[in-house]
């Protein structure tokens, strides 16, 4: 217990002198406390609420929303909003809401949670929720396979137990086998349109427990439906909130919750924040929010700024739009999107990994596994790449079958914006590894600078 305490004020000192020279968000403070005191997330004070969310996508979304909403209600809630979604984050976020004696001064606390390290973080967390978007292929160096995360996260329930409510998706075959010896709460999403363009590559495609092909009455994206084995019982679990009737246009759903029906806005026309929205629904109704509260709050509610942004000038949108490289499900999903999204386009693809050219390279199979084929659609007039990896870009981009003339390559990024269109198009999508938001949001910028010197002349 003493060295605890003397871990906590000298972590505070340091959160203290962070915030004076204006770098409040710096999880290195967290990081020291996790040195100094190894089961320092056991030891310090939780408040009444702990939410913690993962997933391979859709984290920071939907813990967004959580947190907005909470902090609407008036709580004072801490939440990692910056993406330090690992144990040195978790420190800091849970520092925040004590005094140096550890007493606790906060009403709850927000975690978007990797789930590459959740059994041992939450593990000493002990959270009150966790909410798990789904479980997809992600960075083949960092995260292997979908069978390991999910053994990882499948560890966290059985530690915790039943003082940890799992909120699962039940459209995702991997994800919602998850937690069976805890209490769980299932969302899910009905049919509501056309079949997606045929995926490249589905993250399950085996019955996990007979080994037959799964089979799907209606696939919304990647592996994501109402799936079942035609051998054996494995199928969608019933779900508690199940959005029955959902326009992508009018960017509205309809849950039946139990017999119990309310019409919800979305944040977007994108399939994926339907699941991101839905989810935050599901945990919002078991934390008891009436239904046509959290309807009236999303009305409020927007994609986030880490993710997507909006300029227009003259008639045309510049949209930055964060789509995760390394991440085949993130980017298919992004990619499916600008094919769907019926504007015609402009897309430039910002979306090298590395932030060093001298950093050894992360794997390059995530590209020859992503559903580059979706970028071959009418509605996207241009496809411009830059940076150092842009010729394994054009070539995976001619290997999906688009033409050369619609591929436009740079390898200095500065020369995109000469080759944007300015006529004849609706909007252009700047298409960002989320590392690099403002990188992202300079060149966009940089882009529409130059369309307005075009119209200056």
């Given amino acids: 217990m003493v060295r605890f305490m003397i871990t906590l004020w000298l972590a505070k000192l340091a959160m203290w002198v962070y915030k004076l020279r204006g770098r409040e968000r710096d999880d290195r403070p967290g990081l020291l406390a996790i040195k100094l005191c190894p089961d320092f997330l056991r030891r310090i ?84 929720y966790i909410l798990v978007t789904n479980i997809c292929k992600d960075s083949l160096r960092r995260n292997g396979h979908p069978e390991y995360i999910f053994d990882i996260v499948e560890r966290t329930f ?91 246009a009018a960017r509205t759903m309809t849950v039946n919750e139990e017999g119990a029906w309310q019409q919800y806005p979305l944040i977007s026309d994108a399939v994926y924040n339907v699941y991101n929205v839905l989810g935050f629904v599901a945990l919002m109704r078991e934390l008891g929010r009436p239904a046509a509260e959290l309807a009236d709050f999303l009305r409020t509610q927007q994609v986030t700024k880490i993710r997507e942004t909006c300029v227009e000038f003259n008639g045309i949108k510049y949209y930055t739009y964060g789509a995760k490289s390394q991440n085949v499900s993130a980017a298919s999903t992004v990619f499916e999107y600008m094919a769907k999204e019926p504007s015609t386009k402009d897309v430039v693809l910002l979306m090298d990994e590395l932030q060093d ?14 559903d580059f084929e979706f970028l071959n659609s009418p509605n996207i007039r241009k496809i411009i790449v ?59 910028d940089s882009i529409v600078e130059r369309a307005k010197e075009e119209a200056a002349k």
């Fill in 45 to 128: 004070k939780k408040p009444p609420l702990v939410i913690a969310i993962t997933g391979t996508n859709g984290k920071s979304t939907t813990s967004a929303l959580i947190n907005n909403k909470l902090v609407a209600e008036g709580l004072r809630v801490s939440f990692n909003d910056w993406g330090a979604n690992l144990y040195a984050g978790f420190a800091l976020n849970l520092m925040r809401c004590v005094n140096i004696f550890n007493g606790c001064r906060y009403d709850a606390s927000v975690l978007e949670a990797d789930e590459r390290t959740l059994d041992v973080s939450m593990g000493q967390i002990e959270p009150d």
């Fill in 158 to 248: 059985n530690m915790l137990g039943k003082k940890t409510k799992a909120v699962l998706n039940a459209n995702d075959p991997i994800s919602s086998q998850l937690a069976q010896n805890n209490e769980r709460v299932y969302y899910s999403v009905a049919d509501f349109g056309p079949q997606p363009f045929e995926n490249i590559v589905r993250d399950i495609e085996v019955c996990p427990y007979c080994g037959a092909r799964i089979e799907y009455n209606y696939r919304l994206y990647r592996h994501i439906g109402d799936f079942y084995c035609p051998n054996c019982g494995f199928k969608t679990p019933p779900a508690r909130y199940e959005a029955t009737e959902v326009d992508l």
């Fill in 357 to 370: 050219k001298n950093h050894p390279p992360e794997t390059l199979t995530w590209l020859y596994e992503t």
């Fill in 386 to 444: 830059g940076g150092h990896m842009y010729l394994n870009h054009r070539l995976r981009l001619l290997l999906a079958g688009i033409p050369p003339e619609k591929i436009v390559c740079v390898e200095d990024e500065a020369d995109i914006v000469e080759h944007v269109d300015r006529e004849g198009i609706e909007k252009v999508y700047v298409l960002f590894e989320i590392d690099f938001v403002s990188k992202a949001r300079r060149l966009r």
